[in-house]
Antibody, heavy 118, light 108 residues
Framework: EVQLVESGGGLVQPGGSLRLSCAAS????????MHWVRQATGKGLEWVSA???????YYPGSVKGRFTISRENAKNSLYLQMNSLRAGDTAVYYC????????????WGQGTLVTVSS | SYVLTQPPSVSVAPGKTARITCGGN??????VHWYQQKPGQAPVLVIY???DRPSGIPERFSGSNSGNTATLTISRVEAGDEADYYC???????????FGGGTKLTVL
């Protein structure tokens, strides 16, 4: 059974940092592109970052330079290092997988809540 | 950046057909994915590459894409289909995945 389990969320002050993790199981993690998607309370989905099987990374302008996605295939783990956090980064963060980069995201974790507030 | 426009809400009676649109400039030239999200749950992929269904998704769910509008069609709507639905495309001009604002489907 495919499972994606996020962790690492919590309360952080503006300007602070946080590292999210996503533990994958039930599939060959190294063969899949991985994504982070966030959702503010009562709002829509926003793509945050992606990493390909070769370690290539992608970000939208809203987080480029502040967030860093990485993966550790030996540990079946995906990470998101978030720096210079702002109130607008407050959201539930989901990790999701895609077999190939332009595919739909076919499995999602249950998410971890990040709250940026003083 | 590329903008996807969805109606905020769609209402339909049980057993009828619901159509949820996703508008974008020449969206017919892009591949569209659709997600269903129920309250408190993670999104679920229901349609990929405009009209393909993942395994486990009922045949009642179908998709089309042409011109400036992509459409998710849900036939013989059931109470369990009540959820938020999001469309998604890859925007090559900004190298970003883009989601529509979401549509809340209400089953009357």
């Amino acid at each position: 059974e495919v499972q994606l389990v996020e962790s690492g969320g919590g309360l952080v002050q503006p300007g602070g940092s946080l590292r999210l993790s996503c533990a994958a199981s039930g599939f060959t993690f190294s063969s899949y592109d991985m994504h982070w998607v966030r959702q503010a309370t009562g709002k829509g989905l926003e793509w945050v970052s992606a990493i390909g099987t070769a370690g290539d990374t992608y970000y939208p302008g809203s987080v480029k330079g502040r967030f860093t996605i990485s993966r550790e295939n030996a540990k079946n783990s995906l990470y998101l290092q978030m720096n210079s956090l702002r109130a607008g980064d407050t959201a539930v963060y989901y990790c999701a997988r895609a077999r190939y980069y332009y595919d739909g995201f076919d499995y999602w974790g249950q998410g971890t809540l990040v709250t940026v507030s003083s | 950046s590329y903008v996807l426009t969805q109606p905020p809400s769609v209402s339909v009676a049980p057993g009828k057909t619901a159509r949820i649109t996703c508008g974008g400039n020449n969206i017919g030239s892009k591949s569209v994915h659709w997600y269903q999200q129920k309250p408190g749950q993670a999104p679920v992929l229901v349609i990929y590459y405009d009209s393909d269904r993942p395994s486990g998704i009922p045949e009642r769910f179908s998709g089309s894409n042409s011109g400036n509008t992509a459409t998710l069609t849900i036939s013989r709507v059931e109470a369990g289909d009540e959820a938020d639905y999001y469309c998604q495309v890859w925007d090559s001009s900004s190298d970003s995945w883009v989601f529509g604002g979401g549509t809340k489907l209400t089953v009357l």
